[in-house]
Nanobody, 124 residues
Framework: QVQLVESGGGLVQAGGSLRLSCAAS????????MAWFRQVPGKERDFVAA????????YYADSVKGRCTISRDYAKNTVYLYMNSLKPEDTAVYYC?????????????????WGQGTQVTVSS
């Protein structure tokens, strides 16, 4: 069974940085697309970034492009989201997601597996 466990969220001042981690287990993720989404109460879950587990292709939402970097560590079966120059509007619960396909999408309904989420709060 696929398990995704996020960590690394917290409270940070505007302009600061965080690194979120998503530890994946349960199977081989060689043909998976991995993504980060975020959600604030009362709003839809929004795409943040994605990466193909095999390969170097990365994808970013316009709102975070240039401030975020997604990467993965094969040995640790972990996906990371580095976030810099954080803004109060980045405050949200951040979710890691996985989809058994080499095709990356920005639609959360196409991802089969989800972590429990980690809260990121950016103070002004």
């Amino acid at each position: 069974q696929v398990q995704l466990v996020e960590s690394g969220g917290g409270l940070v001042q505007a302009g600061g940085s965080l690194r979120l981690s998503c530890a994946a287990s349960g199977r081989t993720f060689a043909n998976y697309a991995m993504a980060w989404f975020r959600q604030v109460p009362g709003k839809e879950r929004d795409f943040v970034a994605a990466i193909k587990w095999s390969g170097d292709s990365t994808y970013y939402a316009d709102s975070v492009k240039g401030r975020c970097t997604i990467s993965r560590d094969y040995a640790k079966n972990t996906v990371y989201l580095y976030m810099n120059s954080l803004k109060p509007e980045d405050t949200a619960v951040y979710y890691c997601a996985a989809r058994p396909s080499a095709i990356v999408t920005m639609n959360p309904s196409t991802y089969n597996y989800w972590g429990q989420g980690t809260q990121v709060t950016v103070s002004s």
